[in-house]
């Protein structure tokens, strides 16, 4: 049987925080793995270290947040953090930015430079990863934006992003992420801030271009029913670690394992459910200061037992593919329906019989 290596391989990573002199754990050891073409969803509530987590792959960290430790490998090329080598695995993964990997930002109205048409900066990503000249960078970037599903391109190609709605400057993101034909794009929730029309519309495209280019996406969101629809793996993060995952989605969605995973996809809203109470997760998250040596969500874990604070959590699970960082899990019982049909489960795929 034919295997394939993993695109990208992320092994014990871990970041800190420097705040007022004080340097605090950010993220603790996080580890998964990307298969080529695959789509992996990294869920979480705000402040989990999802984002973060896309920005130490990249490299894009503040002055005060680095990476101190881990290993990566991303199309067969290594790279070490922390230790001597992290000064020049810092350049190497300048090289990769814009061209083997790219990254799609949540507000486009940000990451957009507000003074310069958005066809000419989608022209800058082409002639950066290609030697074009700039007539030829301009029709292939005007045939990016209509592949993105820009109507009337050849007019929205020398509109400012002051003249483009939220879902058009998304749209004109991905097309510039895509100019250099990456092998991965992150996403950094790119469609929390559109309406659900243009949310499903942007999903879609992704689904397009997903299969259009064979690249990977490692997909950041706390809405799992966006995970449902697009990804075909989960990594769920809670104060910076790894709760539990599953190179299965639908595994980890029919039978959650760890507590905090049961909890997400109890709290998933749902319109056609509104006599059905909202479940919320009792407490809150930690603060970055409150560093426990357990499990992180043990104060507001249903399961807890005394030995869940005692030391750091073990990956407990026995089955290939799948980890779980709980000692006392979850049953093997699915979720229920009305959480089933939200996220749906049990529909079957566009386009299939």
């Not at 950094?188 to 999903?203: G, M, R, S, Y």
């Amino acid at each position: 049987m034919e295997t394939t290596e993993p695109l990208l391989t992320v092994e014990g990573l871990n970041v800190e925080v420097t705040i007022e002199g004080q340097r605090l754990t950010a993220l603790k050891d996080v580890s998964f793995s990307l298969d080529p073409g695959e789509a992996r969803g990294l869920v979480g509530e705000s402040g989990s270290g999802k984002s973060l987590t896309l920005r130490a792959i990249l490299g894009l960290l503040p002055p005060n947040v680095q990476v101190t430790s881990g290993r990566m490998v991303f199309d067969d090329e290594e790279f070490i953090f922390g230790g001597s080598k992290h000064a020049t695995t810092a350049k190497r993964l300048v090289k990769l930015r814009g061209s083997k990997i790219s990254m799609i930002f949540q507000e486009p109205a940000v990451a957009l430079n507000p003074v310069i048409p958005v066809g000419e900066q989608i022209v800058d990503a082409v002639m950066r990863k290609d030697r074009m000249r700039k007539r030829q960078a301009r029709k292939y970037a005007l045939e990016l934006m209509q592949q993105a599903g820009i109507d009337d391109a050849e007019t929205k190609i020398d509109a400012y992003p002051f003249e483009l709605s939220g879902g058009l400057k998304q749209r004109v993101m991905i097309a510039a992420a895509v100019a250099g034909r990456p092998k991965l794009l992150l996403c950094d929730e790119p469609t929390t801030a559109l309406d659900v029309t243009v949310q499903k519309q942007i999903l879609r495209l992704f689904t397009r271009l997903r299969d259009d280019l064979g690249a990977s996406l490692l997909y950041v969101t706390h809405d799992l029913a966006v995970v449902a629809q697009l990804c075909d793996s989960l990594t769920v993060l809670y104060a910076g670690r790894v709760m539990e995952g599953s190179n299965d989605l639908r595994a980890i969605l029919d039978h959650p394992r760890h507590p905090y995973t049961e909890a997400l996809l109890h709290s998933t809203p749902d319109i056609d459910q509104i006599s059905r109470r909202l479940y919320s997760i009792p407490g809150s998250a930690p603060a970055l200061n409150h560093q426990m040596s357990g499990c992180p969500f043990a104060p507001r874990c249903e399961y807890r037992q005394d030995d869940c604070v005692v030391a750091p959590i073990p990956d407990m699970s026995d089955i290939p593919g799948r980890e779980v960082h709980c000692l006392h899990q979850v049953g093997s019982k699915p979720p229920p329906d009305a959480i089933r049909e939200h996220l749906q489960l049990d529909r079957p795929e566009e386009g299939a019989p």
